[in-house]
């Protein structure tokens, strides 16, 4: 079992994103993934982008939006156990720089799929709904909600 300790933090879930370098890793590992993707030689440009777009938004939906708890036996009486990450960032304070920066990451990543891919509708649909499924989740509105059950538990 993980303890925490040393830092101050009752759940350090709720800081390592906005620590030193973590936005400039962040970008790093989503032009890692597109360089990747450009690699293979039978992929075209328009389908590197759209699958940058779906995988960064998917890996961003299941660890922000599904997955719950914190890895480290947090000193918070349980609390961060029934909370997602995205709830945990910040203490659940909204529209701070963080949070801001993983709103505005997706699209970004969105705007540049769609370009190069010069709009397609093939290529737009998945980027769209994939950027839905991380943008709605994380107005201020759906704070602590669960749709329809899902992940209540």
């Given at each position: 079992m993980i303890q925490v300790g040393g830092h101050g933090e009752d759940n350090p879930n709720v800081s390592w994103l906005g620590s030193r370098g973590m936005w400039f890793t962040y970008l790093v590992v989503m032009m890692t993934l597109h360089l990747f993707l450009l690699s293979i030689p039978f992929l075209t440009i328009p389908l590197a982008w759209t699958l940058t777009n779906v995988i960064h938004n998917t890996c961003h939906f299941i660890f922000l939006h599904m997955l719950k708890g914190s890895?480290?036996?947090?000193?918070?009486?349980?609390?961060?156990?029934?909370?997602?990450?995205?709830?945990?960032?910040?203490?659940?304070?909204q529209y701070t720089r963080t949070r801001k920066f993983l709103t505005i990451s997706p699209i970004v990543l969105f705007f540049l799929a769609s370009f190069y891919t010069r709009h397609d509708a093939g290529h737009f649909v998945p980027n769209f709904v994939t950027l839905m499924f991380v943008l709605i989740p994380k107005l201020p509105q759906f704070h602590r909600v669960r749709l329809f059950g899902i992940n209540k538990y």
């Amino acid at each position: 079992m993980i303890q925490v300790g040393g830092h101050g933090e009752d759940n350090p879930n709720v800081s390592w994103l906005g620590s030193r370098g973590m936005w400039f890793t962040y970008l790093v590992v989503m032009m890692t993934l597109h360089l990747f993707l450009l690699s293979i030689p039978f992929l075209t440009i328009p389908l590197a982008w759209t699958l940058t777009n779906v995988i960064h938004n998917t890996c961003h939906f299941i660890f922000l939006h599904m997955l719950k708890g914190s890895p480290w036996e947090t000193q918070d009486q349980g609390e961060a156990r029934v909370l997602t990450h995205w709830e945990q960032i910040d203490y659940g304070i909204q529209y701070t720089r963080t949070r801001k920066f993983l709103t505005i990451s997706p699209i970004v990543l969105f705007f540049l799929a769609s370009f190069y891919t010069r709009h397609d509708a093939g290529h737009f649909v998945p980027n769209f709904v994939t950027l839905m499924f991380v943008l709605i989740p994380k107005l201020p509105q759906f704070h602590r909600v669960r749709l329809f059950g899902i992940n209540k538990y």
